[in-house]
């Protein structure tokens, strides 16, 4: 901000040689006694935008709305030297796209990338990689009751209420087409934090509605992505798996809705992970999750159950294993403990409400204030857990990648502690030097 400096003596005369005042306050009154008065010139008021961006040292801002040009993200600190191509970020992207079962919505979109900055001949190159998915099956006119009404537990009353405008097609930012720019860029952290880490990150569904998937029945040491991929619903048990599609289809075709849940695991998570007090880790996964489209609760390890629990029943004692490493027999924590990771399974839960928007008539008011019935037109999923499933992998994955980066700029600059610490990567640095061995991550 500019500014200016006035000096002034102490008693007002700045005459040096003036001989009004006793010598001892002319002493005083020297020039070498001064005061700075600090004027300010006009203030400049600048806004910072907030809301769109993720990341202290993978930082990603996500861009675009439901039914505008595109939708996409820019990913700001990504590392140079890794290989990448649209053909690592579209597998993810296929999950979350729409129309790819009768569970889902279906408005049939490709969702196809394209890179447009950050990488050359197949490598990152330290730049910001810049990714768009162009929208190609927008219907405007399905929104046009929305314009005038709001529809019930939606977004729509309350963009208005934040912003006093609203973009009413496809429910502009709110719409959960804003995740490809999540999916997309925790593509290229999964693919990370493999690369340099061994990490694992699987989520899958483990409720819809009333059918609940039981704990015991799903191994999080053997657990694969074939399992989950092998439904349409992404539950990695065949049996319930049939059990929720028939859940969903039973809302479906009344035009109704159901939630879920969605659990989430990783597996050979670094050490060391997350930094107290208000850093911690599982407060970022929190935040990242619950930063979702539709999430209405978090979850880690024990959970709510922890409550019912003693503190002899729930501590995770230590022990020693075969290579010499501190491990937990059980794994109430969910792999973190005191907001650090501790190298055991990190798992945790996020819910999902039943979508919002309906087929079905339901009272609301207009925005100026009238009472009326509505029933939402345009094409919704019936439940959302089935696509979210990469969506919070992918929220995941950027909360790691990051919390890496920056516990390998502060803890592991210098060389670490061996009796105490381990290495972050479990890759040689001749592997890591030549990225192309990683190609098929």
Do not use: W
């Not at 300010?40 to 806004?47: D, G």
């Amino acid at each position: 901000m500019a500014s200016s400096l006035t000096s002034k003596s102490i008693l007002g005369s700045t005459k040096p040689g003036s001989s009004s005042l006793p010598s001892e306050l002319r002493r005083l009154s020297s020039p070498s006694v001064q005061i700075s008065i600090r004027t300010q010139s006009r203030k400049t008021l600048r806004i910072q935008a907030t809301g769109s961006s993720y990341g202290s040292h993978f930082r990603v801002t996500t861009f675009g709305e439901s039914h505008g040009g595109g939708v996409g993200c820019t990913i700001d600190g990504c590392p140079p030297r890794i290989p990448l191509s649209e053909s690592d970020l579209q597998y993810d992207l296929d999950r979350r796209r729409p129309g790819q079962s009768r569970i889902t919505t279906p408005r049939k979109e490709t969702d196809t990338c394209r890179i447009l900055s950050g990488v050359s001949e197949g490598m990152t190159t330290g730049t910001p990689v810049h990714v768009f998915v162009p929208n190609t099956d927008q219907r405007g006119l399905d929104y046009s009751e929305m314009s005038v009404a709001y529809r019930p537990s939606h977004a729509d009353a309350t963009y208005d209420m934040k912003y006093g405008v609203r973009s009413v097609q496809g429910g502009g930012r709110s719409s959960a087409r804003e995740t490809i720019g999540r999916v997309a860029s925790g593509a290229l952290a999964k693919k990370i934090l493999k690369q340099f880490a061994g990490t694992e990150i699987l989520a899958y569904v483990s409720q819809v509605h009333q059918v609940v998937l039981p704990e015991d029945l799903v191994d999080h040491e053997s657990l694969t992505l074939e399992q989950i991929e092998s439904n349409i619903v992404r539950c990695p048990n065949p049996e319930y798996a049939e059990k929720m599609i028939a859940a969903i289809d039973a809302v479906r075709t009344k035009g109704n809705s159901v939630g879920g849940v969605v659990t989430c695991i990783v597996r050979n998570a670094p050490r060391g992970l997350g930094t107290p007090v208000f850093d911690k880790l599982e407060a970022e996964l929190a935040k990242a999750c619950m930063s979702l489209p539709a999430t209405k609760g978090f979850e880690f390890g024990s959970g709510f159950s922890g409550t019912f629990l003693t503190g002899l029943e729930h501590n995770d004692e230590f022990y020693t294993d075969e290579n010499g490493r501190i491990r937990t027999k059980t794994n109430r924590s969910g792999g973190i403990q005191g907001g650090i990771s501790n190298g055991e399974i990190i798992n945790m839960r996020v819910a999902f409400k039943p979508t919002s928007t309906i087929g079905r008539k339901q009272m609301t008011v207009t925005r100026d204030k009238q009472e009326t019935e509505m029933i939402a037109r345009g094409r919704h999923d019936p439940c959302v857990v089935p696509r979210a499933v990469p969506m919070v992998e992918a929220m995941v994955a950027l909360v790691l990648v990051d919390q890496l980066m920056a516990q390998y700029a502060q803890c592991h600059l210098f060389p670490i502690n061996p009796e105490l610490q381990e290495p972050l990567s479990t890759a040689s640095p001749v592997e890591l030097e030549q990225p192309q061995n990683a190609a098929a991550l």
